[in-house]
């Protein structure tokens, strides 16, 4: 069946850029998509990027795109102590997306 | 910025009694979706609704769930007996962008 994967942790010092990497399985998702989930809280769509594009990019967040391995990346240049969530991958394919297990962003001072 | 409400933010019911968890979809939006992340595990997709019907559940979507937009602005999920593996955040989510709401934490006991 269909399904997400990403690294379950990462930590990095404010200030480093964080790269968090994600791999799906569904060659037909469209759209795929970056949300972020503070503690306790619900989820903020941050970014997404068509299937049909190689990167994307909104300010501080760079988003990577490789088609062919099913490979997407979410870049944080200069992180800050507030960017400290838990990141979602998911991938769209005929309506209802499909998740990661979230990757723990832990950034130190 | 238009945001997709939820309420209660937190309910707490007793084992085989009925809740309702209640969704404000973005106006204008024509798609909407319930999923449920049970703690520590991955956000799964229950049921998407379109045109007053559904148009695609989940295995996890069973006899016990309905939904229903009942007055053109709110969008709800009822859970006819709830069980203790019932206990879980769910989240609206509004349009195919899929922006979610803050969620309702729901606690069965």
């Known amino acids: 069946g269909e399904d997400v994967e990403q690294s379950l942790f990462l930590s990095v010092r404010e200030g480093d850029s964080s790269v968090i990497n994600c791999t799906y399985t569904?060659?037909?998702?469209?759209?795929l998509y970056w949300y972020k989930q503070e503690p306790g809280a619900g989820l903020q769509l941050l970014t997404y990027?068509?299937?049909?594009?190689d990167m994307k990019q909104d300010q501080r967040l760079t988003v990577l795109l490789n088609k062919k391995d099913k490979h997407l990346s979410l870049r944080i240049a200069d992180t800050q102590t507030g960017d400290s969530a838990i990141y979602f991958c998911a991938a769209r394919g005929a309506g209802k997306l499909i998740f990661g297990q979230g990757t723990t962003l832990q950034v130190k001072p | 910025e238009p945001e997709v409400t939820q309420t209660p933010s937190h309910q707490v019911t007793q084992m085989g009694q009925e809740v309702i968890l209640r969704c404000v979809p973005i106006s204008n939006h024509l798609y909407f979706y319930w999923y449920r992340q049970i703690l520590g595990q991955k956000v799964e997709f229950l049921v998407s609704?379109?045109?007053?019907?559904?148009?695609?559940k989940s295995e996890i979507f069973d006899d016990q769930f309905s939904v229903e937009r009942p007055d053109g602005s709110n969008f709800t999920l009822k859970i006819r007996s709830t069980k203790l593996e019932d206990s879980a955040m769910y989240f609206c989510?509004?349009?195919?962008?899929?922006?979610f709401g803050p969620g309702t934490r729901l606690t069965v006991t």
């Open positions: 989510a509004s349009s195919s962008e899929q922006y």
């Open positions: 990027i068509f299937s049909n594009m």
């Open positions: 609704f379109y045109n007053n019907e559904i148009s695609e």
């Open positions: 569904d060659s037909s998702s469209t759209y």
